[in-house]
């Protein structure tokens, strides 16, 4: 029988995440460098367009919430959503700093979308969130009623642990640092919605319909290994989850093994981290 306890891990996320919110904020330039293309495609493929009134959910510090409040233009609206209140400042601070006006943000959790009326978005839009959800079923079909007919549904996520080596090798770290056994089928983590089919059936068991897949490319490259030890372990809230249960000594220890396994990336030009990502995209029937 499974032991795990969905009400927890959320209480778990929330807290990560409230800490690594300025991390997360402060590590912009290189999400948009590493998922400003990928971005463009869940856009594109969602219909993101001018005047498009736009749910993010998980948006995060809003890194792609702003990119979505520049493409709808100012007839348009994005409402970013997220369970941590402490990182959607960011992202109220950025959209104001910009002087965009059509961003509002709200900390929700993703699998209840109550608080929006049926059919009040034209798109909603999720990256690298949705993996982290233990009721994905809940929450697309969320994402389906608050979507008007015709509306369009854009996911990010991880492709296969293979094909994701800059995360899946951290992780299988310490997985085994922290003694963790590997993930269930269905439970909530990086690679959840990777495998081949899944995020497909997925949301085609919510409910939506032409459902489109493409993979993505995405090596996270910076200047050398150091840099992306740097910003997994400080950004990365999802890391730190699994860390929580090793005192000091431990953490040190798998993070000193994460600096080595990270420098096999170097090249002589620079880090290259292998990610691919999944664009997913699917339509609320008429
Ligand atoms: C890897 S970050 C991605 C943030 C942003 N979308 C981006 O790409 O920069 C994952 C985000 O998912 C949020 N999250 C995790 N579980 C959530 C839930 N149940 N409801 C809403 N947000 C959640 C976290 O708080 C975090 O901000």
């Known amino acids: 029988m499974s032991t795990f306890d969905a009400a927890k ?4 996320t929330r807290n990560q995440w409230d800490s690594a919110a300025g991390a997360w904020h402060r590590w912009g330039p290189t999400l948009s460098a590493w998922l400003g293309p990928a971005t463009e495609v869940m856009f594109d493929l969602a219909g993101v367009a001018t005047g498009s009134r736009v749910l993010d959910v998980a948006a995060g510090a809003g890194e792609q919430t702003l990119a979505a409040a520049r493409r709808v233009g100012s007839n348009g609206s994005v409402v970013a959503t997220d369970i941590s209140a402490a990182i959607l400042e960011h992202c109220a601070r950025d959209a104001s700093i910009a002087g965009l006006t059509n961003v509002e943000t709200l900390a929700v959790d993703g699998e209840d979308l109550s608080t929006f ?14 993996i982290y959800f233990p009721d994905r079923h ?3 079909r969320g994402m389906l009623r608050v979507l008007r007919s015709g509306g369009r549904v854009g996911a990010i996520v991880y492709s296969t642990p293979e094909n994701n080596g ?9 997985r085994r640092h922290a003694g963790l056994a590997p993930p269930e089928p269905g439970m909530p983590g990086p690679f959840s919605l990777g495998s081949p089919g899944v995020l497909e059936k997925a949301l085609s068991v919510a409910g939506f319909t032409e459902i489109v897949i493409r993979k993505v490319d995405a090596p996270l490259l910076l200047p050398t290994a150091a840099d992306c ?4 372990q400080e950004s990365f ?5 699994m860390l929580s249960g090793l005192d000091a000594a431990g953490k040190k220890a798998a993070w000193d093994e994460i600096a080595e396994a990270l420098g096999n990336f170097q090249t002589a030009a620079g880090f290259e981290g292998p990610c691919e990502l999944l664009v997913a ?3 609320k029937p008429v």
């Open 9 to 12: 891990f959320k209480a778990t």
């Open 166 to 174: 800059f995360f899946s090798v951290p992780v299988s770290i310490i």
């Open 237 to 241: 809230g999802a890391l730190h989850q």
């Open 117 to 130: 009326p049926n059919s009040s978005f034209d798109a909603v839009i999720s990256r690298v969130g949705l």
């Open 281 to 283: 995209a699917g339509t």
């Open 229 to 232: 030890l740097r910003f997994e």
């Open 138 to 140: 809940r929450a697309l």
